[in-house]
Structures are given as structure tokens and as C-alpha cells.
């Protein structure tokens, strides 16, 4: 597991214990949807940390999303608690607000 702070980006098509993962298919519980509500967000980060609880590929899980300022949820641990451990995401704030404004823009777009 990592033990410094250092940004070591890992390629994560050589990650074997990916496949292993009980989360495939659950995007939707380890990523937060755009302008989630904090009550909505502990209890979704809830059921992803009981998830990854039972799943063996937890350890690698964790250290792959320290190492890659991963955003989301990961070898159960939140954005927040990496980032309290001293990995924070590399873009947490501004690539969220790039996001919401590109999706914002494609909405008006189809609407007119
Ligand atoms: S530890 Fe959690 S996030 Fe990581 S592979 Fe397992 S279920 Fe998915």
C-alpha cells in the first residue's frame, strides 16, 4: 500500500484484481451523481463501503486509488478519507464544474 503522498499514476489496464471487483456494474454507487445532497451521499458511500467490506481485491483496490488521486469511492474509502490520509484528487472541484457545465450546455442545446 502506499505510504507517501507522491502522485505514481498506475496504468489501470495492468490492474488484475479489477476483474475481481464486486463492484462491476455499480457505477452508480461509487461515483456521485452530479449535485448530490450530503445525506444522499452517506448513504450511498454506506452501501459501497459494505460492499467493498466482503470484496478481496480491497487492499490493491485502496492503494491503486491513492496512487491515482482517484475520484469516487475505492477499496473502501471516500474521496474524503483519501484525502484526509493526504491523497486528495488531482481535480476534485474544477473537473466536476467543467463536467456539470458541458452537460449543462448540451442540454440547452438539444432543448432549442
Ligand atoms: S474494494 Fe470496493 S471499489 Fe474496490 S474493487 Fe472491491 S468493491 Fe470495487
Request: aromatic letters at 8%.
Amino acid at each position: 500500500m502506499s505510504q507517501t503522498a507522491a502522485n505514481t499514476y498506475v496504468d489501470w489496464q495492468t490492474q488484475s484484481w479489477m476483474s475481481d471487483g464486486l463492484c462491476s456494474g455499480r457505477s452508480d454507487l461509487f461515483f456521485a451523481p452530479f449535485a448530490e445532497r450530503p445525506e444522499a451521499r452517506v448513504r450511498r458511500e454506506s452501501r459501497a463501503k459494505d460492499l467493498c467490506a466482503s470484496c478481496s481485491s480491497s487492499v490493491e483496490c485502496m492503494a491503486y486509488a491513492r496512487d491515482n488521486r482517484e475520484l469516487g469511492f475505492w477499496g473502501g474509502e471516500s474521496e474524503s478519507e483519501r484525502a484526509t490520509a493526504g491523497f486528495a484528487p488531482t481535480t476534485p472541484i474544477i473537473g466536476r464544474r467543467q463536467v456539470a457545465a458541458q452537460r449543462a450546455a448540451a442540454a440547452l442545446a438539444e432543448a432549442s
